[in-house]
């Protein structure tokens, strides 16, 4: 005899998980696109009206106003911010000269965190190469460096507080990271520009031969344009899926 009663209430008990996991993406999206507009709306609070009205006309945008008049720069506003993704907005910024580094310092802070948080859900990566993650991302420099040793250092000191065991890695044949916590390489890349992503992927494939508990990139002053960044980072993704890269 078919149990249907049982039968039900299993069917009741998936549907009911799937509804809260449908609620829960849709909040998130929410919650994406709500701090997208955030984000947008500073970037554009930095610019002169005439810099704004740059943007729009690049982007092939004709912002109307609601009377029918003139169009106001709060309408050339909306229709970027409606109309022209994030990454655009900052790399015309970065074009154009204008301060936004506490910003993207923010807002890459804020992904680094979000994707952390997928990877620790997701992939099974272990407890300890994931806290030295947050900490390197909690991780603030004292100034702006322009080269990677001080940098380097910088970090190891921070990092040397909370992991005892922190060594900087001696030659390992081919394979020499710039720290070492644990098994886990640390590979300090900055300030960081296009041509300087080439060199990671070969790194870590080296790496991945003697550091079998992880390996970690941290790129600072990073000044490459956001959709090279993004395929870079998701080609690297492919062939070293267990690479935690950090944006500072």
């Known amino acids: 005899m078919v149990d249907w009663k049982g039968t039900i209430k299993r069917i009741g008990t998936v549907t009911s998980k799937s509804i809260i996991t449908g609620t829960k993406i849709i909040a998130n999206e ?3 696109k709500m701090q997208n507009v955030h984000w947008k709306n500073q970037i554009l609070n930095k610019m002169y009206p005439g810099v704004i009205k740059k943007l729009a006309h690049e982007k092939g945008l004709k912002p109307t106003a609601i009377d029918g008049s ?3 720069i709060d309408d050339y506003r909306r229709a970027i911010v409606m109309h022209v993704s994030l990454d655009d907005i900052i790399d015309f910024a970065r ?17 680094a965190e979000k994707e952390m948080k997928t990877m620790s859900e997701g992939t099974g990566l272990n407890e300890m190469i994931m806290s030295l993650a947050n900490e390197i991302s909690s991780f603030n420099p004292l100034k702006n460096y322009d080269y990677e040793l001080p940098y380097q250092v910088e970090l190891a000191g921070f990092l040397k507080s909370k992991f005892p065991n922190l060594i900087i890695e001696k030659q390992r044949g081919s394979a020499r990271p710039d720290i070492v ?60 899926p267990q690479v935690i890269v950090i944006k500072k």
């Open 30 to 32: 929410t919650k994406n």
């Open 70 to 72: 003139r169009p106001s």
């Open 95 to 111: 074009r154009k000269g204008v301060p936004i580094r506490d910003i993207t310092e923010k807002i890459d802070k804020d992904r």
């Open 181 to 240: 916590i644990g098994g886990i390489a640390i590979e300090v890349k900055g300030p960081t520009a296009d041509r300087d992503l080439g060199t990671i992927a070969d790194k870590c494939l080296r790496y991945s031969k003697y550091f079998k508990q992880g390996i970690i990139v941290v790129l600072f002053n990073t000044n490459v344009n956001s959709y090279r960044y993004k395929d870079w980072l998701e080609g690297l993704k492919k062939t070293h």
